[in-house]
């Protein structure tokens, strides 16, 4: 878990990627409880501080476990938080990529080019492991960024658990998936 190549802050061509800490808190909750960031799935919406937290708090545990997780995004040479994101472990058998970015700075590419570090780090800390990223059929921006990672449809299917009964889920990933890992994503 320690190996050198994994760092807890990383800088790629526009981004510095940290990870986060409570002093993350409030910039994280303001993007986590922006609606035009859930569009693609408004119940996942932040309601309030303290459910940002227990998602800080499953970072932290990703990060310790794992020694990977998801980082605060920060535009290089700028301190204030525009996104969260990366891959986190999810049943000690494959990696899930997820992020956020401020509804400002969509469709800049950041997305793309956090996901691409958050695969690469992935790729260092367990190789072995499959990388998958698990979103709705009508977020057609997070299965481009899935496509440019080379990743390839694995499963769809009707969402277990969301409100919205119609809502289809992919998963997508970096390769086949056996029963074990996809059941993990499915869950």
């Given amino acids: 878990m320690t190996d050198p190549e994994v760092k807890r802050a990383v800088l790629t061509d526009r981004l510095d990627l940290r990870r986060p800490t409570a002093d993350d808190l409030d ?30 708090e499953r970072w932290t545990a990703s990060w310790d476990a794992a020694g990977l997780g998801a980082w605060a995004v920060r535009l290089r040479g700028d301190e204030r938080v525009i996104g969260y994101g990366g891959c986190s472990l999810v049943g000690d058998v494959v990696w899930n990529l997820g992020y956020r970015i401020a509804a400002e700075q969509h469709g800049r590419g950041y997305a793309t080019e956090l996901a691409r570090e958050a695969v690469r780090q992935a790729q260092i800390v367990r190789p072995q492991t499959p990388v998958v990223a698990y979103l709705l059929e009508h977020n057609t921006a997070s299965a481009r960024v899935a496509v440019k990672l080379g990743f390839e449809l694995a499963w769809r299917g009707p969402d277990a658990g969301n409100p919205d009964e119609t809502a289809i889920r992919l998963v997508y990933a970096d390769r086949p998936l056996s029963r074990e890992q996809l059941g993990a994503v499915l869950h």
């Avoid at 994280?28 to 459910?51: E, N, Y």
């Fill in 27 to 56: 910039e994280l909750f303001a993007i986590a409880s922006d609606p035009r960031v859930w569009q693609h799935f408004p119940s996942g919406r932040h309601a309030c501080p303290a459910q940002t937290r227990s998602l800080l």
